[in-house]
């Protein structure tokens, strides 16, 4: 028998249950589930955001999923294909918010498989937002109570 191996990006912050979702129906395309997590300095750079928590956090708790076989960083566009031919990839899973951005790695390697899955309710993004707005809630109560 044939193992069949699952590579994903992404940063992984804050995780919650979208990216459990992801991790878990990527994992059972396959039999390995790699996951190749964003460094700092590559999301700055690159994606032009911050993370809340640090690369170590991110890979620790990416790492204590039953569904993650391997964590490797992600430090440039290029490590996809690097990656997919260093682990001989057969499908790699993105949420649907990148679709077809990644289609052209199915011309580099023709066996591959590309897949998009729904983003789910939840993002990294939405739950910030949702804190940072408590927050400042929290702040104009307890500034109420002063008065």
């Known amino acids: 028998m044939n193992e069949k191996t699952v590579l994903v990006a992404g940063t992984f912050d804050i995780l ?22 964003s460094t700092d300095e590559f999301n700055l750079r690159e994606k032009q955001k911050i993370s ?10 990416l790492e204590s999923i039953r569904y ?4 490797v960083p992600e430090q440039s566009w290029e490590d996809k294909s690097l990656y997919i031919d260093m682990f001989g990839v057969d499908i790699f899973a993105m949420g649907d918010d990148w679709k ?10 023709p066996e ?10 939840t993002s ?8 940072g707005e408590q927050f400042r809630m929290n702040k104009e109560m307890k500034k109420d109570e002063i008065v």
Not at 68 to 71: E, R
Not at 100 to 109: A, G, I
Not at 112 to 121: A, D, E, I, T, W
């Open 16 to 37: 919650h249950e979208s990216h459990i979702n992801l991790l878990r129906n990527a994992r059972n395309l396959g039999d390995r589930l790699i996951v190749m997590l």
């Open 52 to 61: 809340y928590q640090d690369y170590d956090t991110r890979k620790y708790i």
């Open 68 to 71: 993650v076989d391997l964590v």
């Open 100 to 109: 077809n951005k990644f289609d052209s790695l199915k011309k580099e390697f």
């Open 112 to 121: 591959l498989k590309v897949m998009y899955f729904p983003r789910g309710k």
């Open 124 to 131: 990294s993004t939405k739950i910030k937002l949702e804190l």
